[in-house]
């Protein structure tokens, strides 16, 4: 069983910057290939980034490639979203996501999920 909790999200000018955390619980956090989605109003829930669990690999949604950078930190137990360029279009909720391959979090194929943290760009 893995907990996961996020934090780190608030309100933000367009152009600004955020960097999201999740906070895992559980044994074997290394073993989890790790990820983040995001659901804005009125839309479905968006895949972001995914990472393998040593970090080796990662990938990324289109819309916030070459601005978002996923991390982690075995040591700690914590997942990293670093959120640079905002844009208004950016604002959601985002959620912390575990499970079993980087490829398999990529295709939302996730065994836990958090609760999410609110994300708001002002423009």
């Known amino acids: 069983q893995v907990q996961l909790v996020e934090s780190g999200g608030g309100l933000v000018q367009a152009g600004g910057s955020l960097r999201l955390s999740c906070a895992a619980s559980?044994?074997?956090?290394?073993?989890?290939?790790m990820g983040w989605f995001r659901e804005a109003p009125g839309k479905e829930r968006e895949f972001v980034a995914s990472?393998?669990?040593?970090?080796?690999?990662?990938y990324y949604g289109d819309s916030v490639k070459d601005r978002f950078t996923i991390s982690r930190d075995n040591s700690k137990n914590t997942l990293y979203l670093q959120m640079n360029s905002l844009k208004p279009e950016d604002t959601a909720v985002y959620y912390c996501?575990?499970?079993?391959?980087?490829?398999?979090?990529?295709?939302?194929?996730?065994?836990?999920w958090g609760r999410g943290t609110q994300v708001t760009v002002s423009s």
């Open positions: 559980g044994r074997a956090f290394s073993t989890y290939a």
């Open positions: 996501a575990a499970g079993g391959g980087v490829g398999l979090v990529r295709d939302a194929r996730v065994d836990y």
């Open positions: 990472i393998s669990g040593r970090g080796s690999t990662t």
